[in-house]
């Protein structure tokens, strides 16, 4: 079995900064395309970024020039550095990836981390 396990949310005040780390753990996997999602109260589940393991980027319009997704392949590891955070940047963060094994591909979810951006 694989985990993906979300670290580093928390409080922080408007324009500070956050870094998210995702690490997948288990045996006999490799990892294709990661990808950082958000759900704020009462909203559906949205994309943030999405890196290939190539580290193609993608990212959503309101994630351009503040959030930055990377990955460290070795130690299976994706991170999200946000900066200039909002308010409106406030909810869960979960990571996504598309994981193979035993030559299948699953969709693997991380349980969330909470951001939470107020003063």
């Known amino acids: 079995q694989v985990q993906l396990v979300e670290s580093g949310g928390g409080l922080v005040q408007p324009g500070g900064s956050l870094r998210l780390s995702c690490a997948a753990s288990?045996?006999?996997?490799?990892?294709?395309?990661m990808g950082w999602y958000r759900q704020a109260p009462g909203k559906q589940r949205e994309l943030v970024a999405t890196?290939?393991?190539?580290?193609?980027?993608n990212y959503a319009d309101s994630a351009k020039g503040r959030f930055t997704i990377s990955r460290d392949n070795a130690k299976n590891t994706m991170y999200l550095q946000m900066s200039s955070l909002k308010p409106e940047d406030t909810a869960v963060y979960y990571c996504?990836?598309?994981?193979?094994?035993?030559?299948?591909?699953?969709?693997?979810w991380g349980q969330g981390t909470q951001v939470t951006v107020s003063s």
């Open positions: 890196i290939t393991n190539g580290g193609s980027t």
């Open positions: 288990g045996s006999a996997f490799s990892i294709n395309a």
């Open positions: 996504n990836a598309d994981i193979k094994r035993l030559s299948l591909v699953y969709n693997y």
